[in-house]
Structures are given as C-alpha cells and as structure tokens.
C-alpha cells in the first residue's frame, strides 16, 4: 500500500484576496510504505506547505490527498502520523514522560498503558534516565530526541518532520541522523522528511524531492542508490558523493536558487 | 557556595540600610534637629514598640483590606480573562481600556464608592483594591491564554485535540506563570491602594488613616511607628507573591512572559 498520496494538489493562502500565495501548484507525488523521502529546495518553495498538508493542518485548494489510505483528515483523526518540527515544542509545564504522553493522553489510553508506551519510547531515544526531568534541564539534541519519542509514542506508521536537525549543531546532528535511521529500522516507519542540507537529504532518504520556489513545483526526484547499512562510512561512500552531486545539480537547475540561497551545501 | 551567593544578596542592602539609619541617627543628633521636624531612629523604634498593638490592630484592618479586595481582583479577573480569551471583540475592546486605565489616576473613584456606602464600612477601600488587581490580573492572565506557542497548537491540531483539551492541557497551563506574575505586581500594589484608600476618609482605623492622622497632630515618632508598619506589611505582601511566582518558574526553568501592569 502507498503510505501517502498526492494528487494534482495546489495550494494557495489567503486566495481570491490581495494577499493570495500560490504556495504549491500541481503537486503529483506518491510515497511508498516504508520510504524515506526528503524534500528539499529555497527557503518559501513550499517544503513545510506540503509537509502540513499530508498532515491536514491545512487545506489543499485544489487536488486529492490521501494519507495511509484514508483522506489527511480521517488520517489525522485516527492519529495515524506523528509530527516533529525545528523547535522541539515540548510543553514546558509537563516533565519529559509526560510529553510523550501527550499524544497518548489525547488518543484516550489509561494511565498504565500510557506510563509503558512512553518508557518504551523513552529507551529507544536512549533517554529512559531523563524521564523525571524538565524540558528545560535537557540540551537541544535530548528535546529534539524527546520531540521525537512524542512523535512516535501512538505507533503511526507515518512520520512527518520539518527541518527537525536544523538547530542543531553538526556533531549532534550527524549523531541524530544515525539515531533516525536505527529508530526506522525499529520501527519500519514511513518519514517524509523537510532538510535544508544537501548531504543530510542524501545521507537519510531512499528519495530526494527538489522543489522549485513561486508557485512550489517538483521539479525533480532523485532516486538515492546507497546500498547496505547507513553508517559513518556511507558519509565517504562513492555513491554518497554521487547523490550529493545530482541534487546540487537538480538544485541550480531551480530557477532563482542563487538569488534566493537557503540550501546548505555543507 | 550557596551560603555565598545568598550572603551577596542580602549583604549589600543590608551594609546599606545600616549606614543609612546610623547616618540619620547621626544627622538628627549633630544638628539637633527637632522632633516635630525629624524624629531620630532611636525614637520611631520607642513609639513602635510602645505603641505595637495599635499598629498591630491598624496593620490587620489595612491588610485585611488589601487581602480581600486582591482575592476578590484576582478571581474576577481570571474569570474575565476567559471570556476575554472567547471573544475577539471583546478582547479589541477591554485590552485598550485596561492599558490606558493606567494612565488614569483611578484611586479617586473611591471616593464615588464612598459615597456609595455608609461611612463605617470598609466595602469602598476593598472595592478600590479589587478594581485595580481586576485589571492587571485581567490583562495579564488574558495574555497568557491567548500567547499559546504556535507549534502547541498544531501539535493538539495533529492530535485531533477537541477545543476543551486545547484549553485544559495548553491554553491554562499557559496562562499559569502569568497569573504569578500579575499577582506578584498587584500585591504591592493592593496594599499601597489600601493606604490611600484609608487616607481618603470613611472609618478612622487603618494604617492610611493614622499616619497622617498623628503627623497632623505633631505626633511624628509614632507617626513613623506606623509607617514601620505600612513597611512591613507591604513587604509581606510582596515576599509571599514572589515566593509563590518563584514556585512555578523555578518548576518551568525560566521567567513568564513579559508581564503587563
Ligand atoms: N500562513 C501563511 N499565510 C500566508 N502565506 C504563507 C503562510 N505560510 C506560508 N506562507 C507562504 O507560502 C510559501 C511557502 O512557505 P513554506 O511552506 O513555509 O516554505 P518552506 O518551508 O519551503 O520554506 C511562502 O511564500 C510563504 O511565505
Ligand atoms: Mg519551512
């Protein structure tokens, strides 16, 4: 089964007024159970747009979006997508168990079942000692590992993450990409993923999606032809260089990409 | 290392507050200053002990002023903010009005209250005191319910979260640091609006009446016995709203939103 679907979607803010944007313009892309896609492309061509759309926190104008095989909004109801963003958004009254109960909490499971799912999520973080601790006595890396528990506490097949490494500093973020990838082994999770790093994108992604900016189009979609286990070998890997490469390339191709910058070469 | 950080703290103001009296006992006594003019340090404290239940019993009636009218502010004001928090409009048109209310000098409506009222009852000074709290608590509270992160709420949005859970589980856990702080500003405040409130006449027996009730009557000493008086309970006021404020944000790690008087 395809995990999302989109089909002929567009998307404009503020439409039929003086301050309408064209946001995304005929959006054709399907993703398959499992995958990891990333996309990429200029600050404003739509990246976090789309990511918001599958998750139906805003309306497409125009086209059909399916998610897990229902429509984004029975998707969103059965809580069958986790969602992390840049800011790790933990809410700071609540201690970090607690936060990754939140989703629990509001899919109505009782205390126990509640207390287990989130110390089970809490290990696979590798943060199980921090449970009793206050957002705030974390560094960066650990809130985004417990935004990332959050996200995964109900089991949704699908993730949704928008730039979720980009506060982080390069070490903690190289770490953090290997931890994704041990974290989707563990769970077979579909990730759509939003990066503003070429190599990051590569590292991480079966596929990379280019986005071009005003109106957001694909303009491109690179098949990423690593093979075998991602690890810190990978990052000096032929075929790593090779993607790296076709997705720069993909990016100049984009119209406006110099004059608009935004894309991290690192 | 704590013992230092706290001696740090206290010790400055206190070297201060010392050298401050001793200055004043000294300038009372070097140029023989009348009583009637300045009354030295050693002579307010004599009138304050010897007179310690008739400011005890005034602290209580002006204290207990400000206690009622801040409870009474405080629960108003909370429950405003939340229709505050329901209604745009009503935001659009309170909002205004509560930030250029203090531009106004509205202590003297204590004196419409006054009028209002038999002049035996102590309803005008704590009406005054809840008006004022009203207003900061509304302000400040309303900010917090409505000053909700961004991302919060899509998250409850991602999680189907109906508006009741999105109240109760972040728009109120929300509001609750701000809540402690509009306290903190409003408890000094409640008690300094008690005082003039007393000072603008009604029954004869708070700290606002008998200060300058006893300088007009050339009894200075014991006029500042009662102004020790007016200190201490405004202190106390203020110390246990700190440490309420404190209690949250020590909890939270860092300091509520940018408060509002
Ligand atoms: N809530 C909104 N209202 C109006 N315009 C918006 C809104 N959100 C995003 N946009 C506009 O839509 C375009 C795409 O934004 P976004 O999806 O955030 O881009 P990206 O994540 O790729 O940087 C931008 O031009 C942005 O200004
Ligand atoms: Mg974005």
Request: proline residues 5%.
């Amino acid at each position: 089964m395809t995990a999302v679907v989109l089909d002929s979607v567009s998307m404009s803010f503020n439409p039929g007024t003086t301050r309408e944007v064209n946001a995304l313009d005929g959006i054709d892309l399907s993703i398959t159970e499992g995958e990891f896609v990333s996309l990429i492309g200029p600050s404003g061509c739509g990246k976090s747009t789309l990511l918001r759309l599958v998750a139906n926190l805003v309306e497409p104008t125009e086209g059909r979006i399916l998610v897990n095989g229902t429509s984004a909004e029975q998707a969103r109801r059965d809580h069958t997508y986790g969602m992390a963003f840049q800011q790790a958004g933990l809410f700071d009254w609540r201690n970090v168990r607690r936060n990754v109960e939140l989703p629990l909490e509001l899919a109505g499971w009782d205390r126990g079942r509640r207390r287990e799912r989130a110390e089970e999520m809490l290990a696979l973080v590798k943060l199980d000692d921090f449970a009793d601790h206050m957002p705030w006595q974390l560094s960066g890396g650990m809130q985004q590992r417990v935004a990332i528990a959050r996200a995964l506490a109900t089991h949704p097949p699908l993730l949704l993450m928008d730039e979720p490494f980009g506060a982080l500093d390069e070490m903690t973020r190289e770490h953090m990409q290997a931890e994704l990838l041990r974290i989707r082994e563990a769970t077979g999770s579909t990730i759509v993923f939003v990066t503003h790093s070429i190599p990051e994108a590569v590292y991480l992604s079966d596929r990379v999606v280019v986005m071009s900016p005003r109106p957001g189009r694909i303009t491109r979609i690179v098949d990423i032809a690593l093979t075998g286990d991602r690890d810190d070998d990978t990052r000096e890997d032929q075929a790593f260089f090779a993607g790296i490469t076709e997705v720069r390339e993909s990016l100049r191709a984009v119209e406006g990409y110099q004059s608009h910058g935004g894309v991290d070469d690192r | 290392m704590r013992v230092a950080r706290l001696a740090s703290a206290v010790l400055p103001p206190l070297v201060w507050g010392v050298a401050f009296v001793a200055a004043w006992e000294a300038l009372v006594r070097g140029f023989d200053l009348k009583p009637y003019f300045l009354p030295a340090p050693t002579a307010i404290w004599s009138a304050f002990t010897d007179n310690l239940g008739l400011v005890r019993a005034a602290a209580f009636v002006s204290g207990g002023n400000a206690l009622v009218g801040l409870l009474l502010g405080i629960a108003l004001g909370v429950a405003a903010s939340f229709a505050l928090m329901r209604s745009n409009l009503l935001n659009e048109l309170v909002s205004p009005l509560a930030i250029a209310l203090n531009a106004i000098p509205i202590i003297v409506l204590v004196a419409v209250f006054q009028n209002m009222f038999t002049s035996t009852s102590e309803v005008p000074r704590r009406l005054m005191v809840m008006l004022i709290v009203f207003f900061i608590v509304l302000v400040n509270v309303a900010k917090g319910l409505r000053q909700v992160s961004p991302i919060h709420l899509e998250l409850m949005r991602s999680y189907a979260a109906t508006p009741r859970s999105v109240l109760v589980k972040t728009r109120i856990p929300n509001a609750v640091p701000y809540l402690f702080t509009a306290v903190k500003i409003a408890a000094p405040t409640a008690v300094i609006t008690a005082f003039v409130s007393e000072y603008f006449g009604g029954r004869q027996n708070g700290l606002g009446y008998f200060i300058p009730s006893n300088f007009a009557n050339s009894k200075n000493a014991v006029a500042w016995a009662y102004v020790i008086g007016a200190c201490l309970l405004g202190l106390t006021f203020y110390l246990v709203s700190v440490l309420l404020e404190n209690i949250t944000s020590n909890r939270r790690g860092r300091a509520p939103g940018g408060a509002t008087t």
